[in-house]
């Protein structure tokens, strides 16, 4: 068993983009780049579109604009301590798998931005992922000590799949 990833698709561009196998790869390259089990978790990942994204931006940060990705940890695993990485948390098993939150990705915006930095839809699409499941996880950007951290992470784990840095 691996990792549950959940693919909800409410816009059907994500289909053609394949969301689902993006999100199940990237959701497998994270956890085995931290040393985690390749099973025991959930993360649930909603495509959809900007006006979707834009009214949960929004909502939840104020913000009343489309933006590429959000993400809504089921629990606060950040590191007290800046520049540090986060205690990672401990996986539940088949029938009741951890939790670690939910993501919304916003079609629109990822073919504009890969559009915009020349880079394949489907590399940026899954740099998103990493970097929002890798914010369930309790890694962040708030200070520039754990910007650092975290984009040595995400572009660790690019690597690994083959794809670019993309900072």
């Not at 561009?13 to 956890?31: F, I, S």
């Not at 020349?118 to 890798?134: N, Q, Y």
Request: with cysteine.
């Amino acid at each position: 068993m691996t990792a549950v990833v959940d693919t909800v698709i409410e816009d059907d561009r994500w289909e053609a983009l394949g969301l689902a196998d993006a999100a199940e790869r990237a959701a497998q390259a994270v956890l085995a780049d931290l040393g985690l089990p390749p099973q025991g978790f959930e993360i649930v990942v909603m495509g959809c579109d900007d006006a979707r994204i834009a009214a949960l931006n929004g909502s939840f940060r104020d913000k009343d604009k489309p933006t590429n990705v959000l993400s809504w940890p089921s629990d606060e695993r950040g590191s007290d301590e800046p520049g540090q990485a986060p205690a990672l948390p401990e996986p539940g098993d088949a029938d009741d798998p951890e939790p670690l939150g939910d993501i919304a990705i916003a079609v629109e915006t990822c073919l504009r931005e890969a559009a915009e930095q020349g880079k394949p839809v489907a590399d940026h699409v899954t740099h998103l992922l990493v970097h929002a499941i890798l914010h369930l996880l309790g890694y962040d950007h708030v200070d520039d000590s754990d910007a650092a951290l975290m984009e040595g992470v995400e572009t660790r784990i690019l690597a690994g799949m083959g794809i670019a840095d993309p900072y």
